[in-house]
């Protein structure tokens, strides 16, 4: 069975410890406390639910119209990407999964992206990996850009059953730019982890049904 990740909202923590909150750039921030509060110590998993059908299709536009629903306006990205351009991007190949749903920002100098790759299940790990590299390269690639950067260092990656979700959201950080690195890096964690506790959720209540 395979373990559900649960995200957390490490923006919160370092707001209320002053705890040092620059995360390491070699790994995806997939631990700690839950967007909701009451479930903070909860490390799900997929063997608590024996009823789930990982056989089930489950139509990936309608994970991605819950998280614009919840999201509304701060939900930026709008232009598909397709087979090639994604694994031009994350080295995630066909061979690799059975759907994905990928969205970005129109112009590449903007950088709001979901992905969900429904992977089969030799290579949820490597997909993962995938991920994980393409995260750091961006990091790179927008050293000079501060409030891309942010947005970079605080993207998501959670994976539910084979479902593994990607999630550099944040839209208008403009409120938060003047601040500091770390207030822009909370607010766009805040909007990941809201994003990914619905994805959670859906994909484990129709995986049940």
Known sequence: MRKVTTIV?????????????????????NNGQAFEMKQAEDDLQAGNFPMLDREKFIPLTEL??????????NYWPEV??????LAQKTG????????????????????????IIQAKEAYVGA?????????SAIIEENRDHPQNL?????????TIDNYVCFVQLGADTTAVAGQGEDQLIAFCQEENERALYVLEQDILEQLRD
Not at 151 to 157: H, I, P
């Open 150 to 158: 942010g947005k970079a260092m605080a993207s998501r990656m959670e």
């Open 92 to 115: 995630i190949t066909e061979e690799m999964y059975v759907d994905f749903l990928a969205e970005k920002q129109v112009l590449d100098a903007h950088i709001d992206t979901m992905i």
């Open 9 to 29: 909202m490490a923006g919160i923590v370092f707001l209320l410890t002053g705890c040092e909150n620059q995360l390491p750039e070699d790994e995806l921030v």
């Open 64 to 73: 991605k119209d819950n998280v614009k629903e919840l999201l509304g306006d």
């Open 80 to 85: 598909d990407l397709t087979e090639e351009e």
């Open 127 to 135: 997909v993962e990996q995938a991920l994980e590299n393409y995260r």
